[in-house]
């Protein structure tokens, strides 16, 4: 395992040296003599283990340094100097969030030097952010405009843009570029670069023509960018945002003969209280199902329905693929890999398009939802799919792109018309006057309502794969999941180490379920077997364990993978209410799990709209002639060359 | 539209790689040779180049962008003239060469003639202040250039005369040797000396010696060196910061050239006291026309064993040294930039702590010093500490090199003991008129008359060794919005004080120059540009706006109140 381990604890930042943190490393016991040192911060003292930036050591003391570069999830950069604080003994000042404590100091953090320079450093950015507050969809929510508010601006010191450099880049499903609001922190770069490892964005030039621009100076939708959306998330102002469909949401609710359903996928409901001033981790599930009604939303559906359904299709195939490698002895590609992450599914076919034949074929739950509704639901209820509007609340921006796939029409409609973030719903609800934390509750609408564990953990990274684990493992063994872990909780897959691996041993098995039956004749073969998994999330992750396998390393012998695009899966995503950070992140996981162990159905097999799906409409069961048509999709090998 | 051929390109991609190096810091190294290949970097190239180094090509058109001498969007002509229009060479009638040059040409600056010979831009220092204006063509320098050498000179381009016509290397006027300029040390008699003393014993007799780093910080060059030694690593670096862009200042330029191995025993001697088995000389790019010569040198130097491996039979030491070219970014003389420059970055200078002698060169222990420091360190090993420091104050010891330009009868390079004062330096220079000098170039103080009592040293007015003489008649505005536009160009840009500040005083400036300018907002500018010198990330940065301030203080009645010509 020792290779596995170090892929697993290698820091992902490739940025350049000087964006790198500090070599200076916190000691392992901080009793040690020497290992913590005294720092007095405006009077106030504390020891620190050494190297801890003057930033943190003020944050313990509960003294406020603003920041704007810095962000926690990304390495140090020191570039904005908004931070800056005086260190008795030195003569200029220092950035706080970029200097790490090795020696005693007295740090000052609000004499006049330093509000002088952060106050220029406000004016400054603002003298060439184009725009106004309140034409901009960061408005209320904008790092910059807090600042010249806690600043005391009150006049442009040393004046203001009246017309845009570069104009807006809407030529993405995904993104919009307004670099005209750039202030240059860089966070985009570090983000693409570090955490993600696209690489869409750079700074250009240098000096004051120094710019963020795109390979070839390209539009976003003509660059190899995978849609993930996490520079917009760490994006302070406006320059990052999504495409919003809300106004053609807003046109088709407004359409009398459009029959408007909405599909709510498991991580907004965790996030979407942030919008309204509510502790991340405040779940609104049953809240929101009322808003969107009382919007004019035909039907509320719940995409755990399709992650339920996902599970049986991706289970299936990886059995299939087990079984035609140990039993038929044919070549098929293993380990399999996840395909419900649009970000990730778009990595892979421009970073390694020669791996597709691992990514399921199965679709992503949302695209899923879309094939069902516009079938086997217009079916049900007599409606023309031509006149179904299908909209997916999505915690992700890739959606937006995904859904205008022209393979993702099997139904031969559009599967999905509109891929809507947690934001814009959120922002949808505001332009209705709704209150969401005092909405009455309410379910989900019928023939998808049951409330299903299993569905709702894909919206935390590793959830997909403990699904799978509950379904798969119970199917094959006969035998309850809660009996190895406690609960139905897999902890191994569970948690935010950016790769994790586990194993879980076949003791047994039982019959094989009437669900299977026409495919496996038992499962003999898979007996004394050990499932070995790993999960992955964040690109530059994937990256490494895409490359782990390729050089034969120990996650090559993995049988199933799941990845996902977004650090901390889905609940991290690029529709996702901004900030994000790792507590934000933790917290709003907990709601997920909260839910998952109050949900009445934990199994994706024992979903009965699920069950009846298969009885009533998918007749030939999973990965059968029917699903294959409308639940499984191909790949494009797109390769990372734009010239 | 050429016609690119991929297959052929990943050859020689390829083919450089086995050169420099497979991983990133051959980036610049690899990008200079294509360009030299192809007449700029053609999108093709930079995506190829990405991918066989295993980064993405956002980051290689990143690094393109941040320096001035990658050209990304056409093909260069055949000949680039690059005029520099820094302080020297505009004060000695730049403007109308340039004029001339358009003339000429038919083209403007930044434009490339439609034949595809010529290319015209501006560029920053050539190092030619005493004998500006000066004009680099490809790798050819002219000197003291005027409007009717001009046409001459497109026509031996035109005629492909220039490589055979004029010399490789132009010198400057040394006006005043001293102890240093006038040793007669033979080629590795500094290392000899110095490998008869333990590393210790080395550091020992620099820190006696009292010597600190020429580049014009002045920090002890021995605690650098101890520092370093002390470090634990399995690599060290030393770095010769030839990287000389500071307006004003031409001596390494010539040391180079002069007292070449003397440099190279200097980078030995101290990869000898910190452990160090890899050199770079960061030459820079305005000085390409040295790199042969001094590849050259390394070779000799390689053939008598003063490089290689157990050099001079010294059991286990084995050095050697590399020349990596820069390309046209000021900003690459920090320290910190210059090492990221190495790495195949941009120049952005890192935030420090940590400091490069723990964490430098591929975050390995790394010591940049400038090519004078090495030359001194050399000579010290064989002449003692005390023959060095009986020159100079007790905080500032030994004699330094000055670059000299401006108004003055007799600019070139003299060598001056420290704590001279700026009074008895224009009466050498014969500048006895001088209304104000600037001494450390751009990022340098503007010194009026009633300062000329005032010393040069670290302990008073510190400097790299640029001297800008500014005679009764020169307009101290026009020279401060000169030093702006300066570092308005050549901030790296990556910190709001010196990317933004240094704009917003430009403009203050030419506030002023419209005589638009109110005392208030002139006292606005004042109290920004102390931001910039306290909230700046790196030195230059740090001391961006001290020209500035400097003219303003010195200067106020001669710039307010102006009424513009035209009005």
Redesign the interface.
């Known amino acids: 395992m020792e290779d596995n381990e170090k892929v697993m604890t290698e820091s992902t930042v490739r940025a ?4 790198t943190p ?3 490393k916190a000691p392992e016991d901080i009793s040690a003599i020497g290992a913590t040192i005294k720092v007095t911060i405006d009077g106030k003292e504390i020891r620190v283990p050494m190297g801890t930036t003057i930033l943190n050591a003020a944050r313990m003391l509960g003294i406020n340094i603003p920041t704007l570069c810095h962000h926690n999830d990304l390495c ?1 950069s ?5 931070c ?1 604080v005086e260190v008795e003994g030195m003569r ?2 220092q ?1 706080s969030c ?3 404590i ?1 020696q005693p100091i007295v740090v000052h953090t609000h004499t006049r ?1 330093v509000r ?2 952060r106050r ?2 406000v004016d ?2 603002l ?2 952010h184009y725009g106004e507050c309140y034409s901009c969809v960061r408005n209320n929510n904008c790092e910059l405009q807090q600042l010249a508010h806690e600043y005391g601006v009150d006049f442009y ?2 004046g203001h843009v009246d017309k845009p450099t570069y104009g807006r880049d809407n030529s993405s499903y995904a993104i919009v570029r307004d670099m005209d609001k750039c202030i ?1 922190c ?1 966070r985009c770069v570090r983000t693409c ?1 570090d955490l993600q490892e ?13 710019r963020i ?4 100076d390209n539009p976003m939708a003509e660059l190899i960018c995978i849609n993930c959306g996490q520079c917009i998330n760490r994006c302070p102002t406006g320059a990052l945002h999504a495409n919003d469909p809300s106004d053609a949401i807003w046109a088709a609710i407004d359409d009398p003969t459009k029959h408007v359903v909405i599909q709510t996928a498991p991580a907004p409901r965790s996030a979407i209280g942030e919008c309204f001033g509510l502790p991340a981790g405040t779940p609104l599930t049953f809240e929101m199902n009322t808003a969107m009604r009382y919007c004019g939303f035909d039907k509320v559906f719940d995409t755990n329905f399709s992650a339920d359904l996902t599970i049986i299709e991706e289970g299936t195939e990886l059995i299939l693929r087990l079984y035609k490698a140990l039993v038929k002895k044919e070549p098929v590609s293993l380990p399999l890999f996840t395909s419900c992450s649009p970000g990730w599914v778009k990595y892979i076919e421009h970073f390694y398009p020669e791996m597709l034949s691992h990514l399921s074929s199965a679709k992503s739950p949302q695209q899923m939802f879309g094939a069902v509704i516009k079938t086997y639901y217009a079916e049900l209820n007599n409606i023309d799919p031509a006149d179904i509007v299908t909209v997916a609340l999505m915690p992700c921006t890739a959606k937006k792109f995904e859904c205008n796939r022209p393979e993702m029409n099997s139904s031969g409609f559009k599967d999905i018309d509109y891929g809507l973030t947690t934001r814009e719903l959120a922002g949808m609800f505001q332009e209705a006057g709704i209150d969401l934390p005092n909405m009455p509750k309410s379910d989900f609408d019928e023939p998808f309502g049951t409330r299903t564990g299993s569905g709702v953990i894909f919206g935390a990274t590793g959830g997909v794969m403990e699904s799978a684990i509950r379904t798969v493992y119970e199917l094959i063994t006969g035998d309850r999941i809660d009996n190895l872990f406690e609960r139905a909780r897999i902890m191994p897959v569970r948690g935010f180490e950016g790769i994790r691996y586990a194993e879980l041993p076949i003791a047994k098995v039982g019959p094989v379920p009437d669900l299977l039956k026409h495919l496996i004749p038992n499962w003999d073969w898979l007996r004394g077997a050990t499932l070995k998994v790993a999960v992955a999330h964040g690109t530059a992750n994937a990256k490494k364990v895409l490359d782990n396998i390729k050089s034969g390393g120990k996650l090559s012998e993995c049988h199933f993978i799941e990845f996902m695009a977004c650090p901390g899966g889905c609940l991290g995503g690029g529709g996702m209410p901004i900030p994000t950070n790792e507590e934000i992140r933790a917290a709003r996981a907990q709601a997920i799990y909260a839910e998952d162990e109050a949900s009445e159905v934990r199994k994706s097999y024992e979903n009965p709209a699920v069950v009846r799906l298969y009885n009533e409409f998918l007749v030939d069961g999973p990965c059968g002639h029917k699903s294959h048509k409308l639940l499984h999709t191909y790949y494009t090998p797109r390769g ?4 | 539209m050429q016609v690119l051929d991929r297959v052929k390109i990943n050859q020689e991609i390829s083919d450089l790689k086995k050169i420099y190096g497979e991983d990133r810091s051959a980036l610049l190294p690899i990008l200079q040779d294509l360009q030299e290949k192809y007449g700029y970097l053609p ?2 190239v ?2 190829e180049t990405a ?1 066989a180094l295993g ?5 290689v ?2 690094v393109a ?2 320096y001035s001498f990658f050209h990304r969007k056409e093909k260069q002509g055949k000949y680039v003239l690059r005029l520099c229009q820094t302080i020297s060479c505009d004060l000695s009638g730049k403007a109308k060469v340039a004029r001339q040059l358009e003339n000429e040409l038919g083209i403007k600056f930044g434009e490339t003639t439609k034949d595809g010979m010529f290319t015209l831009e501006y560029t920053n220092c050539l190092g030619m202040c005493d004998q500006g204006p000066a004009l680099l063509i490809n790798d050819r320098l002219f000197a003291r250039v005027t409007p009717e050498k001009v046409p001459q000179i497109i026509a031996d381009c035109r005629r492909d005369f220039i490589k055979s016509a004029f010399p490789k290397v132009v010198p400057s006027d040394v006006r005043k040797s001293g102890p240093i300029l006038s040793h007669d040390l033979k080629p590795g008699e500094g290392l000899k000396a110095a490998l008869k003393n333990t590393r210790s014993g080395v550091i020992s007799l620099i820190r006696e010696s009292g010597l600190k780093g020429r580049g014009g910080a002045g920090f002890p060059t021995a605690v650098k060196w101890q520092l370093a030694g002390a470090a634990q690593s399995d690599k060290k670096f030393v770095v010769c910061n030839a990287d000389e862009g500071e307006p004003g200042t031409f001596k390494d330029r010539y040391l180079l050239f002069q007292h070449t191995e003397m440099i190279f025993d200097g980078m030995t001697i101290a990869a000898y006291a910190i452990g160090a088995m890899k050199g770079f000389v960061y030459l820079r790019g305005e000085y390409l026309y040295l790199k042969q010569y001094l590849q050259e040198v390394l070779e000799k130097r390689r053939q008598n064993n003063l490089l290689g491996e157990n050099i001079l039979g010294k059991e286990g030491f084995n050095f050697d040294i590399e020349i990596r070219m820069g390309s046209g ?1 000021y ?1 690459c003389g920090e320290e ?1 930039a210059l ?2 420059s190495l ?1 195949g ?2 120049g ?4 420090r ?2 400091f490069p002698v ?2 430098g060169f ?2 390995h222990p790394t010591i940049v010093n400038n090519v004078e420091t090495f030359l001194d360190a050399a000579l010290i090993c064989v002449k003692g500490a005390k023959w060095f420091n009986e020159h100079g104050t007790e905080k500032s010891s030994g004699t330094k090199l000055f670059s000299v330009s401006g108004d003055c009868e007799q600019p070139g390079i003299y060598e001056l003991p420290f704590g001279i004062t700026i009074e008895q330096l224009l009466k050498e220079v014969k500048g006895e008129n001088a209304k104000a000098v600037q001494i450390g170039g751009a990022s340098g103080r503007c010194v009026a008359r009633k300062d000329f009592n005032r010393t040069i040293a670290f302990e008073d007015i510190s400097s790299g060794g640029s001297i800008i003489v500014f005679g009764p008649q020169v307009d101290m505005l026009e020279v401060a919005i000169n030093f702006m536009e300066f ?11 010196c ?6 005083l430009l403009e203050g400036l030419k506030l002023l120059e419209e005589g638009r300018c109110s005392a208030s907002y002139l006292n ?1 500018l004042m ?2 540009a ?2 910039i ?5 790196c030195g230059l940065g ?1 001391s961006s706006p001290n020209a500035f301030v400097s003219i303003i203080e010195n200067f106020k009645s001669e710039i307010l109140g102006r009424v513009p010509e035209k009005a």
């Open positions: 350049p040296k000087s964006t500090s070599t200076i140090i020191g570039v904005c100097r908004i800056v200029t000042l950035a970029a200097y790490p090795s030097k002088q320079a220029h450093v400054l950015l003298a060439r010191r040393f240059l860089r670069i696209v690489g869409v964005y750079e700074a250009f030039e240098r000096g004051n023509q120094t621009g795109t390979f070839m990372k060359k734009l010239v | 999108n093709l930079m995506q991918h980064i993405h090509p956002v980051e058109e990143s962008s941040f970014a900003v910190t090492i990221e790495e970055y941009r952005e200078p890192r935030n702590p940590p723990d964490t591929q975050n570092f308005v160009e050549e901030s790296c840009g990556q910190c709001t004080p990317r933004e500040g240094n704009v917003k606005e109290r920004l102390e931001t010198q306290l909230a700046s990330k740090q």
